[in-house]
T-cell receptor
Framework: NAGVMQNPRHLVRRRGQEARLRCSPM?????VYWYRQLPEEGLKFMVY????????ESGMPKERFSAEFPKEGPSILRIQQVVRGDSAAYFC???????????FGSGTRLTVV | KNQVEQSPQSLIILEGKNCTLQ??????????LRWYKQDTGRGPVSLTI?????NTKSNGRYTATLDADTKQSSLHITASQLSDSASYIC??????????FGAGTTVTVRA
């Protein structure tokens, strides 16, 4: 079991471009959570998904951000028209049950130039 | 507002010495408290998890304590090693799936 896999590890985008971050949960995990970590700050909850369903997206900005977890394939966090303030580390976690057994990926570091 | 405050922000210790990190929280209701270790450029890795009824839990040289009445927790590192250099994050869970993260304590172990 390779753990939670996130790719790419590093992503550089120019302002206005789109960023797509991928997260493959651990085998057997159907719950996925995305967190954002700004420099010198703790991780902040963004969105919680189960297969094909968004359970809670209350931590996600209302515009430009979207997330999905399709029946097949990884979970995707999409940021449209990126701005410099989107530069951060984005972490994905998965669990076999809600609020139990979290495992984090190594994160994607997004830099907007 | 659910908050998790950690202290100190950073500390430097000599290899072989012990240290204690502090965590105060205001998260309510309370489900569990976790300590994570995050190496630079990596995701957080769980060290311990404690529920309301537990007041101490160990994982090798790491020992966490919890006082649910005063809403305080500590993480004690015994006989530190160079590989202990990392950020240690206190994470508190309410009765749902949202974790509240502290900003972390950066520990640097020097030979």
């Amino acid at each position: 079991n390779a753990g939670v896999m996130q790719n790419p590890r590093h992503l550089v985008r120019r302002r206005g471009q789109e960023a797509r971050l991928r997260c493959s949960p651990m085998k057997g995990h159907s719950h996925v959570y995305w967190y954002r970590q700004l420099p010198e700050e703790g991780l902040k909850f963004m969105v919680y998904l189960q297969k094909e369903n968004i359970i809670d997206e209350s931590g996600m900005p209302k515009e430009r951000f979207s997330a999905e977890f399709p029946k097949e394939g990884p979970s995707i966090l999409r940021i449209q028209q990126v701005v410099r303030g989107d530069s951060a580390a984005y972490f994905c976690a998965s669990s076999p049950e809600r609020n139990y057994g979290y495992t984090f990926g190594s994160g994607t570091r997004l830099t907007v130039v | 507002k659910n908050q998790v405050e950690q202290s100190p922000q950073s500390l430097i210790i000599l290899e072989g010495k012990n240290c204690t990190l502090q965590c105060n929280y205001t998260v309510s209701p309370f489900s569990n408290l976790r300590w994570y270790k995050q190496d630079t450029g990596r995701g957080p890795v769980s060290l311990t998890i404690m529920t309301f009824s537990e007041n101490t839990k160990s994982n090798g040289r790491y020992t966490a304590t919890l006082d649910a009445d005063t809403k305080q927790s500590s993480l004690h590192i015994t006989a530190s090693q160079l590989s202990d250099s990392a950020s240690y994050i206190c994470v508190v869970s309410a009765n749902d799936y949202k974790l509240s993260f502290g900003a972390g304590t950066t520990v640097t172990v020097r030979a």
